[in-house]
């Protein structure tokens, strides 16, 4: 077997790990962190408010959140999560700006409406005692590794993520099927607990807001953060994708977050410059919504993301994955993985409603 079927054979296994449940103490493969946090949860003793913290594999993506955001950031942690019975993504790389080497015209054009309306939104004050908010709807992955997936009935969930930018080792809550799960920074017998400061894989409203607004320089910064990940994960260099590692990075920071105006517009200028980048006309997503999207294949695994806006406000309103081949995870055309942002805010306390605030 050739090196190319090698690394190839190597990312559908890998994606695989990704998309179901891993083992205790075992490495993910990379994989969006907060995509993966409600598959997390269900291996979780969910007796109580409170349970006993259990160590979470760790993670080697965004989100968003950093989750899912990832934040999504889908995780890229430097430190282990763990979910408990209460309750990021490599980085891109600065991608070429010539014609050749950017989102296709199309993409661009929408990508250019939609960075302005983000500008004109408002910013929000946000304090480090604060938390966001952030109500949607998911689907989960199911399945045996080494074999096809099935997707579980649509839930909502709701999370509380932590603005601190000093270390925490409480990062947030996710509320779920009826149980409140703590996201806590696990840590391993014998050793000191560090907590996970603000950053890629715990992206908070200020640490976004410090991040340039100049598109090139910020798929630089981000392409630093995360090729420091993958050094760190020793990932294979025919594993890496700058492009892809870029589209997917974005795309973490996108979901559960309270964006600052300006960091969003950058951001979406910056997917511009990615190259493989496509419009979608119509795409629906998990709540039924028709949207525009914004979507790239990724070639390592065969598995297409699409960003979904609302055609007429221009506001994200969640995410689609879809099999764009034949693999071990499913056919062409199967859906692997949705969220659908229903409400965003900002609150003073874990388990407040936006409709409970002043």
Known sequence: MNDRAFGSERAEREE?????????????????????????????????????????????????????????????????????????????????????????????????????????????????????????????????????????????REVWMSQKSEPVIDVGLIHQDDSYLGIEVGVPDGEPAVGEPAGITRPTYAWLASLPTDPDALLQRLSTEITKDQDARDTPAEDRDEAQDAFDAIGGLLGETVMPPKTASALYRAVAKIPGVTEDPDVVDLAGRHGIGVARVDPRIGERTTWIFDPATLEYLGTQRVLVKDTTLGEKGALVGASAVLERAVVDALRERPSKTA
């Open 16 to 156: 695989l790990a990704r998309l179901l449940p891993a083992p205790a103490e075992r490495d993910l493969p990379p994989g969006r962190h907060l995509h993966h946090k409600d598959t997390l949860m269900r291996l979780i003793d969910q007796d109580g408010d409170r349970a006993t913290p259990r160590p979470r594999p760790r993670l080697l993506r965004p989100a968003v959140l950093l989750p899912a955001a990832g934040l999504a950031l889908g995780g890229l942690l430097l430190t282990t999560l763990s979910v408990t019975g209460q309750d990021n993504a490599p980085a891109p790389s600065a991608a070429g700006t010539s014609s050749a080497s950017t989102a296709s015209r199309d993409a661009a054009v929408l990508l250019g409406r939609i960075a302005s309306v983000a500008a004109r939104s408002d910013a929000q004050t946000v304090a480090e005692d604060q938390f966001v908010y952030v109500k949607s709807l998911q689907t989960d992955a199911e399945g045996e590794f080494g074999g096809p997936i099935t997707l579980t009935g649509t839930s909502h």
